[in-house]
């Protein structure tokens, strides 16, 4: 991890800082530095995999977590990446068969879990991989002598991102792109003063894990829950007087339904939201509940990082809600058409990013139809516009254009209306086939909203007639991914089948 230098000194200034707190569970920063070394220690005595088919240029020992968010994550993780090591973070609440694929292809050299019971341990024990129980401490604390080696170039993470399939897709990750993006982080989200950070998403997803390895760089105490429980979380924020909250919208909208009628959570001075655009009802209800917060939000991709970031509340200039922001530093982005010719500004395109924070490539799954580099730059396929003054509004992601009557619809400019309307606190908009429109749209909502004229009434004073959804149906609970975000998937399975977590809605 490219942050090894600075845990040392935080280990050796304050040692007894809390570094990482979970349900209550707490590790300080000696703790974690000298755990850690205790496990790289015994990490380097592990003998290599000879099944690996790939190469990783200048690693020694490749590690797999497969932990969820156990409070061994951190030293387990630190001790992963410290040189020449590197570490792929695997998310155990993923099928049992597609872990299965991921650590056969992947040959490390240690699997850590979290539970000796658990799928994934199961299939480390099938395919010979030595298991280790986080918690068990398998190695000797009582030797303290040595250090974490510096922080160095190199691979040190591989992850996973869904693709055009089922299947994740491998990238990795070299500790100059995530150093240079700490130090570009620290001064742009002002977190120098090492502020209390809370994110409850998945360590195993991009968001967290970067929250924590940022919190823990500066030198602050991170917070997180074992298990998503929005009334939890409020708590904590509430009990502990959290500085800074980072998650997605859909876990701040659980913790304002939550902690509706309590007092607001005034100790909180940043709230930082990726992962799907804020619209105006979200931004108005993290107002009330976060009254003395900044608020804003990124725009990024795990393959190339950061790309914009804006401030919706407390800035000295509040962005436009349609908007993503302006570049993040080291950034710049263009718009272009299928050709790669720049289109300018107010023309939709495809989003192409020069920067020096970009994933290294792909250990498999690059299909060629999202991440890709080329002359014009870096893309994950993603549509959007640049206005006169350098802001970003995203269209959609690749592939989800809808054709509706011969029309181009984006799903994120219906969704984006309908999040404006009273009494609708989320939407999903996704195509069907269609004899007579080529695809009809179609809305989900949730929300106090259950009337598809007033839906329909709404969307018009917004949007052209053709792209107004032809069908209006509530949900009265999301299905989630790990990562805290709506299984879109799922919801346009339950529209097909009729199997009664959707309702349909008439005028």
Same mark, same amino acid.
């Given at each position: 991890?490219?942050?090894?230098?600075?845990?040392?000194?935080?280990?050796?200034?304050?040692?007894?800082?809390?570094?990482?707190?979970?349900?209550?569970?707490?590790?300080?920063?000696?703790?974690?530095?000298?755990?850690?070394?205790?496990?790289?220690?015994?990490?380097?005595?592990?003998?290599?995999?000879?099944?690996?088919?790939?190469?990783?240029?200048?690693?020694?020992?490749?590690?797999?977590?497969?932990?969820?968010?156990?409070?061994?994550?951190?030293?387990?993780?630190?001790?992963?990446?410290?040189?020449?090591?590197?570490?792929?973070?695997?998310?155990?609440?993923?099928?049992?068969?597609?872990?299965?694929?991921?650590?056969?292809?992947?040959?490390?050299?240690?699997?850590?879990?979290?539970?000796?019971?658990?799928?994934?341990?199961?299939?480390?024990? =099938?395919?010979?991989?030595?298991?280790?129980?986080?918690?068990?401490?398998?190695?000797?604390?009582?030797?303290?002598?040595?250090?974490?080696?510096?922080?160095?170039?190199?691979?040190?993470?591989?992850?996973?991102?869904?693709?055009?399939?089922?299947?994740?897709?491998?990238?990795? !990750?070299?500790?100059?792109?995530?150093? !240079?993006?700490?130090?570009?982080?620290?001064?742009?989200?002002?977190?120098?003063?090492?502020?209390?950070?809370?994110?409850?998403?998945?360590?195993?997803?991009? &968001?967290?894990?970067?929250?924590?390895?940022?919190?823990?760089?500066?030198?602050?105490?991170?917070?997180?829950?074992?298990?998503?429980?929005?009334?939890?979380?409020?708590?904590?924020?509430?009990?502990?007087?959290?500085?800074?909250?980072?998650?997605?919208?859909?876990?701040?909208?659980?913790?304002?339904?939550?902690?509706?009628?309590?007092?607001?959570?005034?100790?909180?001075?940043?709230?930082?939201?990726?992962?799907?655009?804020?619209?105006?009802?979200?931004?108005?209800?993290? !107002?009330?509940?976060?009254?003395?917060?900044?608020?804003?939000?990124?725009?990024?991709?795990?393959?190339?990082?950061?790309?914009?970031?804006?401030? &919706?509340?407390?800035?000295?200039?509040?962005?436009?809600?349609? !908007?993503?922001?302006?570049?993040?530093?080291?950034?710049?982005?263009?718009? =272009?058409?299928?050709?790669?010719?720049?289109?300018?500004?107010?023309?939709?395109?495809?989003?192409?990013?020069?920067?020096?924070?970009?994933?290294?490539?792909?250990?498999?799954?690059?299909?060629?139809?999202?991440?890709?580099?080329?002359?014009?730059?870096?893309?994950?396929?993603?549509?959007?516009?640049?206005?006169?003054?350098?802001?970003?509004?995203?269209? +959609?992601?690749?592939? +989800?254009?809808?054709?509706?009557?011969?029309?181009?619809?984006?799903?994120?400019?219906?969704?984006?209306? &309908?999040?404006?309307?009273?009494?609708?606190?989320?939407?999903?908009?996704?195509?069907?086939?269609?004899?007579?429109?080529?695809?009809?749209?179609?809305?989900?909502?949730?929300?106090?909203?259950?009337?598809?004229?007033?839906?329909?009434?709404?969307?018009?004073?917004?949007?052209?007639?053709?792209?107004?959804? =032809?069908?209006?149906?509530?949900?009265?609970?999301?299905?989630?991914?790990?990562?805290?975000?709506?299984?879109?998937?799922?919801?346009?399975?339950?529209?097909?089948?009729?199997?009664?977590?959707?309702? =349909?809605?008439?005028?």
């Amino acid at each position: 991890m490219p942050i090894h230098k600075e845990l040392l000194r935080h280990a050796t200034e304050r040692p007894d800082k809390p570094a990482v707190v979970i349900d209550g569970l707490s590790l300080s920063y000696g703790e974690l530095y000298r755990r850690a070394s205790a496990i790289y220690r015994c990490i380097q005595t592990l003998p290599r995999s000879n099944h690996r088919s790939f190469d990783l240029p200048g690693v020694e020992k490749l590690v797999a977590l497969s932990l969820g968010n156990h409070i061994g994550f951190a030293e387990y993780f630190v001790a992963a990446t410290a040189l020449p090591n590197a570490c792929a973070v695997i998310d155990p609440m993923m099928p049992p068969d597609r872990i299965g694929r991921i650590i056969e292809r992947l040959a490390p050299d240690v699997l850590v879990v979290d539970d000796d019971a658990s799928p994934s341990a199961e299939i480390g024990r =099938r395919l010979g991989i030595p298991v280790v129980v986080a918690g068990a401490d398998p190695f000797d604390l009582t030797e303290t002598k040595g250090e974490l080696p510096d922080d160095a170039e190199g691979i040190f993470l591989i992850g996973f991102t869904s693709g055009t399939t089922a299947e994740p897709k491998a990238y990795y !990750r070299s500790r100059q792109q995530w150093r !240079r993006s700490l130090d570009r982080g620290r001064a742009v989200f002002e977190i120098e003063d090492a502020p209390s950070t809370m994110c409850p998403g998945a360590l195993a997803h991009g &968001l967290a894990l970067y929250a924590m390895v940022e919190a823990l760089d500066a030198g602050g105490t991170f917070h997180s829950v074992r298990k998503w429980d929005a009334a939890a979380v409020a708590r904590i924020l509430s009990r502990e007087e959290i500085e800074r909250l980072v998650a997605v919208p859909t876990h701040i909208a659980g913790i304002s339904r939550a902690w509706a009628g309590e007092p607001a959570l005034t100790s909180l001075r940043d709230v930082l939201t990726a992962g799907a655009k804020l619209d105006v009802n979200g931004v108005e209800s993290m !107002r009330r509940l976060f009254p003395g917060a900044r608020i804003q939000e990124y725009y990024g991709a795990s393959e190339i990082g950061f790309m914009t970031v804006s401030t &919706l509340v407390g800035g000295k200039t509040d962005f436009p809600i349609d !908007r993503v922001g302006q570049v993040y530093p080291g950034v710049e982005i263009s718009i =272009r058409d299928p050709d790669e010719n720049d289109v300018g500004t107010d023309v939709p395109g495809t989003i192409f990013v020069r920067s020096d924070l970009i994933a290294d490539g792909y250990l498999w799954g690059d299909d060629g139809q999202a991440f890709r580099v080329t002359k014009a730059g870096a893309t994950v396929g993603d549509l959007g516009e640049l206005d006169e003054n350098g802001m970003l509004r995203v269209i +959609g992601r690749a592939g +989800g254009m809808m054709i509706s009557g011969g029309n181009n619809v984006y799903p994120a400019e219906v969704e984006s209306a &309908l999040k404006s309307c009273p009494g609708v606190e989320d939407a999903v908009v996704f195509g069907l086939a269609d004899a007579y429109y080529g695809q009809r749209i179609v809305a989900v909502v949730s929300g106090e909203a259950t009337d598809a004229k007033m839906l329909a009434d709404h969307c018009a004073g917004q949007l052209a007639r053709f792209k107004i959804p =032809r069908q209006f149906y509530h949900i009265a609970s999301w299905p989630m991914t790990s990562s805290g975000k709506i299984s879109r998937r799922q919801v346009e399975a339950a529209v097909i089948s009729g199997d009664g977590l959707v309702l =349909r809605l008439s005028a």
